[in-house]
């Protein structure tokens, strides 16, 4: 169906009498709702739904690089094209009866073409999953970095925790990317955070105090994890964040960026994240 801006909005809709959704501009979810309707990510109320601008929120796809190359686009072109139905998909495990293959083609000419499938499994659960095959006719190797870059929607920023990066190797943003060794206990959140996790466990948590909630990451083929808040300071400076909408968002990513992946002719890579929303009994402070 017909979304804004000529962009075509696709809804999945979960089983009969459960209000999950999740709705998609192009390759991009900008909505996923679990079973009680609840929106589980986060849009900015100042949002841009205008390419070549990605949608601020939501889980827009970075590649095939991530962050800034100098001239390239920031976190790639994939974001910010037209995609379209795959009439013809490769084979894509899976146990939902409600999904959507998608492909992007760069151009018409190109042979290039990188299929991804969306679907919104039986209990709510959003499944995502990306191939990208080399199929340069001349013998070049393809290479390129990925990220889902997630925007969870939380209650309160202060009152979050994640769980499964303990101990980790991380290369900070926000100190010349330079590498650091992360400490032994859960993340917390008291100002800006812009951190690329190494080598990453294949299950992250985000704990939701307020909402007794929390989010289960779980990636195959993505190694890295990227966490990132803007705080109060730097969402200022983005026209497309409202001012204190910061402290209702975190982003963590399942990437893979530290080791861009590198194809022969021929060969191929799959990247799979599922997301779930569970009832958790946190308490802050734990
Ligand atoms: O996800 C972390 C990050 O690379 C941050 O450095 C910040 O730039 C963020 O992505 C948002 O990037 P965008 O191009 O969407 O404004």
Not at 26 to 43: A, Y
Not at 149 to 169: A, C, M, N, P, Q
């Amino acid at each position: 169906c017909k979304g804004i801006n000529g962009l075509d909005k696709v809804v999945l809709r979960g089983p009969r009498g459960s209000s999950a959704e999740v709705y998609l501009y192009g390759g991009h979810v900008t909505s996923w709702r679990n079973d009680h309707g609840e929106e589980l990510l986060f849009v900015s109320s100042k949002a841009i739904f205008k390419p070549p601008k990605a949608i601020r929120g939501g889980i827009p796809i970075c590649f095939p690089q991530f962050g800034s190359h100098g001239s390239l686009e920031q976190h790639g072109f994939a974001r910010n094209k037209f995609w379209s139905i795959d009439i013809d998909p490769p084979p894509f495990p899976t146990n939902s009866k409600s999904f959507i293959d998608l492909i992007l083609k760069p151009s018409e000419e190109d042979m290039q073409k990188w299929p991804h499938r969306i679907a919104l499994g039986p209990g709510g659960d959003l499944m995502l999953t990306s191939r990208v095959r080399n199929t340069n006719a001349d013998g070049k190797p393809f290479t390129f970095a990925f990220a889902y870059h997630t925007y969870f929607s939380v209650s309160d920023i202060s009152e979050v925790r994640v769980e499964g990066l303990e101990t980790l190797d991380y290369f900070d943003n926000l100190q010349n990317k330079e590498r650091f060794t992360e400490q032994g206990d859960a993340l917390t959140f008291e100002s800006e955070v812009d951190k690329i996790y190494l080598s990453t466990p294949t299950k992250i948590a985000i704990l939701d105090h307020e909402k007794k909630r929390t989010f289960v990451l779980r990636k195959e083929g993505i190694p890295d994890a990227v966490v990132w808040n803007p705080w109060d300071k730097k969402a200022k400076t983005m026209t497309d964040f409202g001012d204190d909408e910061y402290m209702h968002m975190l982003c963590v990513e399942a990437a893979a960026v530290e080791k861009p992946i590198t194809l022969k002719p021929g060969e191929e890579w799959k990247g799979r994240l599922e997301l779930s929303a569970v009832p958790s009994s946190y308490c802050s402070g734990q």
